[in-house]
């Protein structure tokens, strides 16, 4: 069991689609509690079954959720429209301290003694097998505990011992949830290579062997987050590019399983949605357009599929890597000005409103960092909301050594369109082809970045 229990959610019935009745009989030994909270994992997050699909009449906390009250003898029970297979958690209110189990789809008793489900005959082969692999692991941190002098001998006929137990499980019980979970939990098996490069590519183009991606059940464990995460934290390249490879091939393993899918689909979106990471917003681009705008999250509500086709469409033309959109325009020394014709490695496209106290502690910034910037770097302030003749006083009292354009008002909006401008200052940098290499980033950050550039 373990003491401390992350913020309990309510049950999002739209999520999960639960339909089933079924009834969960408690036998509880020396409990932690006399009421019970029943929980299931979703993705990296638990919800509360208790307030959609349970009985009316059942006892309920401040909160409304179905609470199992636990008698005298140690029993209760728990009936609800609505439960999958998964892994489920007993919670013990107000502490939340909480016990594991498995659900299998069908009426269940559930055996614990103290904090821990019980190895009895009473309960079901996986949440057997889950007590007689509990065991395993509190053997194995006895043995770390206490130091043997032969502890590396102990340790490996453990090891030994515990491999036969899982060899002879999965014999008998081959599509057994608990075992399948374990087994997930594993690291994928990779040949005897010596270039350490190679080890890693096949580590990762094995790493999901292990994870059974038809099952209804893996979305209702903790497991596929994990494994996802570690997958995108650990062996994906931080590159857009790379990350965008990486969710296209989850999603075309895991298109079969419906809800495995959808809860991959909505949870990548969202994590690049709210990311402020550089970059981002051309995966979000990419899942908008191949996978929302293809039909393939028919889940989404059309409202909803209009936001995110708009956010996405918004961003087209300012992702890294997009030729920037290019202008002419008069500058203050009255030339005409085509930002493709700046002949220079590198352009600091300064997008600024002159009477915006950012943009003026922006411009402080690059009058103060002038003589550190690399001689192939130009700068050029593109001007809203100011005339002609206020800019070109503007730039003599501020001492702008850059050149600076005044948009005509049609092409101030054209730009604000272009540069998807939401806010004063925004700045880009462009390459030598007028591609955006950054965006959005300070005027701090751009030497960093012409460094990692230059590497």
Same mark, same amino acid.
């Given at each position: 069991?373990? $003491?401390?229990?992350?913020? #309990? ?5 739209t999520l999960t689609g639960f339909s089933q ?39 309920? /906390? ?49 055996? $614990? ?36 002098? /032969? ?8 090891? =030994? ?43 990762? !183009? ?7 991606? $038809? ?7 903790p497991i596929f987050n994990q494994k996802i ?5 650990? #062996? ?25 899918? !959808?809860?991959?689909?909505? /949870? ?21 357009? =191949? ?41 203050? $020394? ?42 192939e770097l130009r700068v050029l302030g593109v ?67 012409? /460094?990692?550039?230059?590497?």
């Amino acid at each position: 069991m373990r $003491t401390h229990f992350m913020s #309990l959610c309510f049950l999002l019935v739209t999520l999960t689609g639960f339909s089933q009745t079924n009834t969960i009989r408690f036998h509880l030994e020396d409990p932690p509690g006399k009421e019970v909270l029943v929980v299931y994992y979703y993705g990296d997050k638990q919800y509360i079954l208790g307030k959609e699909g349970s009985s009316p009449t059942a006892p309920r /906390d401040e909160n409304g959720n179905q609470l199992v009250l636990i008698d005298e003898n140690g029993k209760g029970s728990f009936t609800h429209e609505g439960m999958k297979p998964g892994m489920y958690l007993m919670v013990f209110p107000p502490a939340n301290n909480f016990i594991e189990f498995v659900f299998e789809g069908s009426d269940l008793d559930v055996y $614990t003694k103290g904090n821990y489900i019980l190895d009895h005959p009473g309960n079901s082969v996986s949440n057997r097998i889950k007590a007689q692999n509990d065991a395993f692991q509190k053997r194995r941190y006895q043995l770390q505990q206490e130091k043997p002098a /032969d502890l590396e001998q102990k340790m490996e006929a453990l090891t =030994n011992e515990y491999y036969s137990f899982l060899e002879e499980k999965r014999t008998a019980y081959p599509s057994n949830i608990y075992l399948g979970l374990l087994k997930a939990a594993e690291n994928a098996d990779v040949p005897e290579i010596e270039d350490k490069n190679k080890r890693f590519y096949a580590y990762r !183009k094995n790493y999901f062997d292990k994870i059974d991606m $038809t099952a209804d059940w893996l979305v209702r464990t903790p497991i596929f987050n994990q494994k996802i995460n570690e997958y995108f934290e650990k #062996l994906t390249s931080k590159v857009p590019d790379s990350i965008i490879v990486a969710v296209d091939r989850i999603a075309s393993m895991i298109e079969p399983n419906e809800e495995l899918y !959808k809860y991959f689909i909505i /949870d990548r979106l969202n994590t690049y949605a709210k990311s402020k990471i550089m970059g981002h917003d051309k995966i979000y681009h990419h899942m908008a357009m =191949n996978y929302y705008a293809k039909g393939k999250a028919p889940w989404t509500e059309q409202e909803q599929l209009n936001k995110i086709l708009d956010n996405a469409k918004a961003m087209e033309g300012t992702l890294i890597g997009d030729s920037a959109f290019n202008f002419t325009a008069e500058s203050t $020394t009255g030339q005409k000005l085509s930002l493709h014709g700046i002949e220079s490695k590198y352009t600091l496209l300064f997008l600024m409103d002159p009477f915006c106290g950012h943009c003026k502690d922006a411009s402080n910034k690059i009058i103060e960092l002038k003589d550190q910037l690399p001689s192939e770097l130009r700068v050029l302030g593109v001007v809203f909301n100011a005339s002609m003749e206020e800019m070109k006083r503007i730039k003599g009292e501020r001492n702008y050594f850059w050149h600076c354009v005044v948009p005509s008002l049609d092409l101030q909006n054209d730009l604000r369109k272009a540069y998807n401008i939401k806010t004063y200052p925004m700045i880009y940098l462009l390459d030598s082809k007028k591609e955006i290499v950054a965006k959005q980033i300070s005027v701090e950050q751009v030497l960093g970045i012409i /460094d990692q550039l230059e590497q």
